[in-house]
């Protein structure tokens, strides 16, 4: 006798095999249910030290969405690809600019202090032995005085392993800085990520453009 699979039995297979086909083949994701909001957090390769590279970018955020929807969706995302059961680390570049060029206007930390903050506290939850480093980036007056006070809110262990890299324009540089080649190769960069490291390459850096 013919067996009929109902629609939840279907959604279930689906997202199983989609997050198969996510983790076995390393493409960029997007969770259907997550809803429309962009996706501010981008795998690319690996960085220097072995670490898979999380790109993350803080303009994206909407605040139309509550802080808990992020941290779940965050949680969820970097899961379908790095399994819970994997033991490799990964190191999350936050790139404070905005993207104006993609409609991403750089936003005030503190308007997203709440979202960030929801963040934070889900990467110590869920991946405390998992994260490698945090780096954030490009970072001025501003963004340096608001991490001093965020630091209250995360883990000594934690705070250990956060690295600020400054620039004297903060979220305003044009360009990521040159340091960033300390921990990564341009090489692995995805390329639908790309645009966010314009300038980036070993030989942009070396021309001083």
Known sequence: ???????????????????LCIYRCG????????????????FNGYGRDGSRLI????????????????????????????????????TVLADTRGHQALGFEGKAVFKIWSHLAAMSKAFQTYFPERLRRFIVYPAGDVEMGAYRLFKAL????????????????????PKPPSELLEFLD???????NSIFFTGLSEADVAAGT
């Open 1 to 19: 006798m013919m067996r009929f699979s109902s629609p939840g039995d279907l959604l279930l297979r689906f997202s199983r095999l989609s997050s």
């Open 27 to 42: 493409i960029a994701f997007h969770i259907p249910h997550l809803g429309p909001r962009p996706r501010i957090l981008r």
């Open 55 to 90: 790109l993350m970018l803080p303009c994206m955020i909407d605040t139309d969405f509550k802080p808990q929807e992020y941290a779940r969706a965050m949680v969820r995302g970097i899961e379908s690809v790095i399994g819970r059961e994997s033991t490799t680390r990964f």
């Open 154 to 173: 995360i883990s000594k262990e934690t705070v250990k392993r956060v690295t600020v890299l400054a620039h004297p324009l903060g979220s305003n540089a």
């Open 186 to 192: 341009p090489k692995e960069v995805w390329p639908e």
